[in-house]
């Protein structure tokens, strides 16, 4: 066997995108166990697994995902349903893939005889039978049809779709690329674009992949289904440059009734033509490259600004003029590296469906999950920590917030119960909220919890107010759960997700109304490695607020200040604002003015006054970790930026700083 170590990371990534698509197939399955688009779903996948697998020579999970191709391959001919059970298995079996494809090399040493077994039997069984009115006749397979042949009958194509592959006829088209071509691969990936505006594309020879690699000499063959005539497919061919020669030709008979076969069998996600297309237009690059890539951009952006201040000083026009292009250009260059980290949320999102599924059955509640917004794109950094605290906040939802389908009933409400999880962008940043409807969170308790495990007296937990009270849930151990479970009530949970999301440069805001429910919002910057800030000004200093922490900005008088128990605090539209002033938290002293400028800051869902000598304005900021040794760990900070004059401007991070 050939060296296939190249491809492992291949198959990682694609094995786990059949995994996760065949699980969400099973949980569409549960809901309905008719529908024929999910079971071939299903069923494409696995067989598709099952080959890459025995391809790379991974035989556990080869022949695990062939008996469950066997198994759903009795399900699309209708002579079975999965009952609840059956889904129960499948959803072991994907559990039990997921860890194998997580290390494949060491999948040989899993032991899925019992697993096969109860697959087998299941397959070899009756199941559930279909009824016999949807049933349809059996298909005979004759000795001299293939079984394939026979499966492609079988499954249901609708008359409009065999009517538009009727009146198509299938072309092998040859090209030939001039012998100066320099760019075999592009201009073979253009005249495969051009073709796929015609018909569908079935196979190339030689394969995609060693075309993509320019591993052929000058010549390749597209294979097309297409209501279009030899002429037309020739006339889009030689649209592309470097192109000697083109030659369409109908394939014989048999070929294209096989083709039309194999096309029938394909839905819309499994076109081939979609993939051969989208195959040439993607290259997979790593995480590590592209923060090289916004490192080097972000330098780039300090130069510029360097040299944009050098031609004001010194009056340069000549210079400001070029700078301008330059300007330009190094904006486009950074939205364009930025766009390449962002990735859709759904990435996150389609972990949940079946997360949800298992703990709602695990505590014997009826929960439906919505997700809305997946399409929404964050930096990849931002989105890979933001995992674990939006797991956290589920978990709390399944446990915590709805409740059983008996006490919901006797509230007069649905026995099954609501979570709705939605990202939606908001000017700078992303914000996901998570909303349940179940039975909310009681301040009271909160307070009796709070005394309980002597975080405070009663007198000052007394003095609460409802929103201050919830969030005692922030703080490290604090948990009302009255039982321990294995999903939730350990005191981890929330104060994990508020430094979590603190970290990122975001904020966390808890709202909940007793019997109604609970909504949680995170608010995230898009990127964590550029992010919009305040600049703002004390005694000599240039220091940045991230402009998600900040809320407004506003000028008092110092008498304006009181103190109420040791603390500073202003009276602002009737709420009682705590003040800091950042000159004695980082010991420089201040210039004794009676104006104070004080901008208002959120931190764990309250608001703080920070006291500053001036506001210089909003800026877009490099961020340069603190990895000096000497630095590390020191709180308050959540990096530094170049400004244009060259000096250095640290980032607050108000989550830690206060």
Known sequence: ????????????????????????????????????????????????????????????????????????????????????????????VLDNLEKMVEAPEQSSQFDISSLRDRLQSLSKGTGVPAHEEEKPAATEVSSGEK????????????????????????????????????????????????????????????????????????????????????????????????????????????????????????????????????????????????????????????????????????????????????????????EEIMASRMVPIDQIFNRFPRMVRDLAKKEGKEIELILEGGDIELD????????DPL????????????????????????????????????????????????????????????????????????????????NLSYMAGFSTAEKVTDVSGRGVGMDVVRTKIESLGGTVKLESKIGEGTKLTLKLPLTVAIIRS??????????????????RDLAIKKDMIKTIKGEEVILMRGEVLPIIWLHRLFGINTNGTEELIVVVVERGGSNVGLVVDQVVGQQEVIIKKLDNSLLKGIKGFAGATILGDGNVALILDVGTLL
Do not use: W
């Open 1 to 92: 066997m050939n060296d296939m170590s190249e491809y492992k990371e291949m198959y990682a990534v694609e094995a786990a995108e059949h995994l996760q698509s065949m699980n969400d197939a099973l949980l569409s399955l549960e809901k309905d166990q008719k529908n024929s688009e999910t079971i071939n779903q299903m069923f494409r996948a696995a067989h598709t697994l099952k080959g890459m697998s025995a391809t790379m020579g991974y035989s556990n999970i080869a022949e695990l995902t062939h008996d469950m191709e066997n198994l759903m391959d009795r399900v699309r001919k209708n002579e079975m349903v999965l009952d609840p059970s059956g889904v129960d298995l499948l959803f072991e």
């Open 147 to 334: 079984p394939e042949a026979a499966a492609s009958e079988a499954a249901p194509v609708s008359s409009e779709q065999k009517t538009s592959e009727d009146t198509c006829t299938v072309f092998n088209v040859t090209v030939t690329l001039q012998e100066s071509c320099l760019l075999k691969s592009a201009r073979a990936t253009v005249v495969m674009r051009n073709l796929s505006e015609l018909g569908k594309i079935v196979e190339t020879t030689p394969p995609v992949k060693d075309i993509e690699d320019e591993k052929f000499d000058r010549v390749f063959t597209v294979m097309i289904s297409t209501t279009e005539d030899a002429k037309k497919l020739e006339e889009a061919v030689k649209k592309t440059s470097d192109v000697s020669g083109v030659e369409a030709k109908p394939v014989d008979t048999h070929v294209e009734t096989q083709v039309k076969k194999k096309i029938e069998q394909k839905t819309s996600e499994g076109d081939a033509n979609k993939t051969v297309v989208k195959s040439v237009q993607s290259v997979r690059v790593s995480i590590e490259r592209l923060d090289s890539l916004m490192n080097l951009v972000g330098e780039l952006v300090i130069n510029k600004i360097r040299l944009t201040q050098l031609a004001t000083v010194h009056k340069l026009d000549v210079l400001e003029e070029s700078l301008a292009s330059l300007n330009r250009l190094t904006n486009d260059l950074q």
């Open 380 to 387: 990849r950094t931002v989105l890979d920590e933001v995992g």
């Open 534 to 551: 305040l600049m703002v000004k004390v005694a000599r200093d240039i220091y940045a607020i991230p402009i998600t922490n900040v809320i």
């Open 391 to 470: 797991v956290h906040i589920l978990r709390n939802c399944v446990d915590h917030g709805i409740e059983s389908p008996q006490e919901r009933e006797k509230a007069g409400k649905n026995p099954k119960g609501r979570v709705v999880l939605t990202a939606r962008r908001e000017k700078n940043y992303v914000a996901i909220e998570a909303v349940d409807d179940g039975k909310g969170m009681d301040p009271r308790k909160f307070r009796e919890a709070a005394v309980k495990k002597g975080l405070m007296t009663a007198e000052e937990a007394a003095k609460l107010t409802d929103n201050e009270a919830l």
